[in-house]
């Protein structure tokens, strides 16, 4: 049985929520990033692309729907959202074969 990944986030910014105890948020451009890995899901170095980690925020939070930490987040990474899950109006299903040739 496959193991479901959990993503957390890395983003070009940050900003503090001081209604919920000055927690660290993302804001701008966000990426899927494996924690432990130097890189994002589409293979930007963290640390050459500047962008901030964020451990403790999972991947699905960054979506406007969820209601979590995607006040300020303008962009999702679309290779990042293709590899962690993409949900919305511009998601499209998973590609499946219909008619496999003999």
Do not use: I
């Not at 990042?80 to 919305?88: D, E, I, K, N, P």
């Amino acid at each position: 049985m496959a193991r479901v990944k959990q993503y957390a986030v890395a983003a070009s910014g940050q900003w503090t929520d001081e209604e919920e105890g000055r927690r660290r948020l993302p804001s701008g451009e966000v990426h899927a990033w494996e924690p432990g890995l130097n890189q994002t899901v589409c293979g930007l170095s963290l640390s050459r692309s500047r962008l901030v980690r964020f451990p403790h925020v999972t991947w699905p939070d960054t979506f406007p729907e969820s209601g979590g930490a995607a006040d300020r987040v303008r962009r999702q990474c679309p290779r990042c959202a293709s590899v962690a899950g993409r949900r919305g109006q511009d998601a499209r299903p998973r590609w499946q074969r219909t008619n496999p040739r003999p």
